[in-house]
């Protein structure tokens, strides 16, 4: 039933967003360009009516009492094919990474005519519990949600379900068991263990496989993401398991926490140097904005990197790009933003067009590609 209601209140949300469209309103791309900054809501408030936020008013939406039921098929086609307010929630806007994939969603759900307000969690779980709330009460026709907390997944898949607003997951991937509880949603992403075995390769391709000085073992630093993510925790381990499955022996001088931050990357990076000195031969860094920050101590410790040490990170930021591109960085690993926000985009619409996904089958991937000095210049 709930199901049902939830399709007529789409068809009708949408029809009102595209009169909105039609008179030229672009109060919600506005919104989303500021809205980020501006929400100052404390982490209580319920209020749904948050400026920055514009969807369809919902007096018109269908209340309790079950008397629109009947009509369950052709609402939904028509949300999917013509537009629709869409809610999209990430985990900070503050994130480098996060930032080229927010731009790469709002290019490509504008260009389809949907109307999209993006919000900012500003890394506060309680935060985005609320913004989603008020997704939901303003009754998106669908959510794109890039979790603060990995472990709120549970509540956040409640709440949605509850709501019966379809849903794609990015980035934060939950584990298949979580998602099997509501069949309206999706992950899209990758698959971290590939981006973490593409950066042990990175080294191996190297002319001494990472063993810079020949004592028979890699000896590394590794500069992780939020351990929280399993971006995070699989790039971690199988950056390393590539070089011990390949036979070579490591030995891990430190590992440490830098929150995919770049003045963390620094930080981390520069102790270890003033610490570890010669003995670092590899410093791998879960994301590129840490890699980037990590050069910066290398340089200013004096190392010159693919001579007497190694980087490698992930993402394929334009920085570390062109840092590959100079030899100032060993590689990178494309994490493709735009495909990943196209597949997002996609497996929405096939929500919205009433498609369902079973347990098991509702992780869908996009391949990461390794960036050396040959390949540097397909991606820039
Ligand atoms: C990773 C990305 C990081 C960071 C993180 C946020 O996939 O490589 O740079 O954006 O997601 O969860």
Redesign the pocket.
Known sequence: MKLLKRVTAMAMASMLTLSMAACGGDSAKDAAATGGAEDAAPAETEAPAEPETTPAEEETAPTEDGTEAENTEAPADTAAGAGGNIGVCI?KFD????TTYRNALQEILEGKGYTVTFMDGKNDQAEQNNQINNFIAQEVDALII?PVMTSAADQIIATVKDAGVPTVLI??EPTAEQMSAYDKLVYVG?D?RQSGTMQGELILDTPNKGDINGDGKVSYIMIQ??PE?V?AQYRTEFSVKALTDAGMEVEQLDLQRGD?DRNKGQEIAQNDLAKFGEDIEVVFC????MAIGALQAIQGAGRTVNEDIYLVG??ALDAALNEVANGNMTGTVL?DAKGQAAGAVDAMEALLGGKTYAAGEQSIYVDYVKVTPENVADFQ
């Not at 994130?95 to 996060?98: G, V």
């Not at 879960?286 to 904005?289: A, K, P, R, V």
């Open positions: 985990y994130d480098a990474f996060m890039n980035n934060r990758c971290a993401g939020d993510n971006d995919w879960n994301n590129d904005d992930v993402d994490n």
